[in-house]
């Protein structure tokens, strides 16, 4: 499955000189969305299998993005990125199918701000009427279920919910044999970005 993944350089030299690349939780930060990112690791260990020892998060990818099975547009990427100077580089990969799970990064979106997945404002009503009426361990089991619609990648797009224009891929382990060309550019911004920010780039 070809991806593309966007890493800072010293990622992609860990590579060359080990072989492989685990994501490193303790350089991120962001424990307002440990939980969801707990539920998509168990989502993962379900539906791909238990990572490699000793890995706990996945690395991140795009599948597809705006509609279009391509690589990024490293002039529109550059200023999302790190800060002005920084060095980072665009692999585009092959990992096996089998090893990566797709989910919609528009429905992660939501699932980060804590929400409620549905297709239609009447849907997203009642479902939280539903979910204001049940126990705090009821809510949680709802909220994890409803989640999974993250990984129906079937097309929509109405006045609500637009589904399967972009979508993400999480993997275990970036392996140097997965790589088949590389990209360099230079960060752009004056303004730091957030390991996690609305684009979900964590461990991107």
């Not at 580089?89 to 799970?101: A, G, H, N, S, T």
């Not at 979910?131 to 709802?142: H, P, W």
Request: aromatic letters at 12%; hydrophobic letters at 35%; one cysteine or more.
């Amino acid at each position: 499955m070809i991806l593309w993944t966007i890493q800072e350089e010293c990622v992609y030299r860990q590579i060359l000189e080990n072989g492989v690349y685990h994501c490193d939780f303790s350089l991120s930060s962001m424990p307002e969305w440990q939980a969801e990112y707990d539920w998509l690791v168990g989502q993962m260990k379900k539906r791909i299998g238990m990572p490699p020892e000793g890995v706990t998060y996945p690395v991140w990818a795009w599948y597809r993005h705006d509609g279009k099975r391509r690589k990024p547009d490293l002039r529109r990427e550059r200023w999302g990125y790190g800060l002005k100077g920084d060095i980072y580089v665009c692999m585009e990969i092959d990992v096996p199918d089998q090893d990566v799970l797709l989910s919609d990064f528009d429905a992660w979106s939501i699932i980060l701000l804590h929400g409620l997945l549905s297709d239609t404002e009447e849907e997203d009503e009642r479902l939280n009427s539903q979910y204001e009426a049940l126990s705090v361990s009821e809510q949680v089991l709802m909220k994890e279920k409803n989640w999974e619609r993250a990984f129906d990648l079937t097309p929509m797009d109405n006045e609500w919910m637009r589904k399967g224009d972009t979508i993400q891929a999480t993997f275990w382990e970036l392996k140097k044999e997965y790589i088949k060309k590389v990209r360099f550019f230079t960060a752009a911004s004056n303004i730091p970005s957030r390991p996690n920010d609305e684009r979900a780039r964590a461990y991107q």
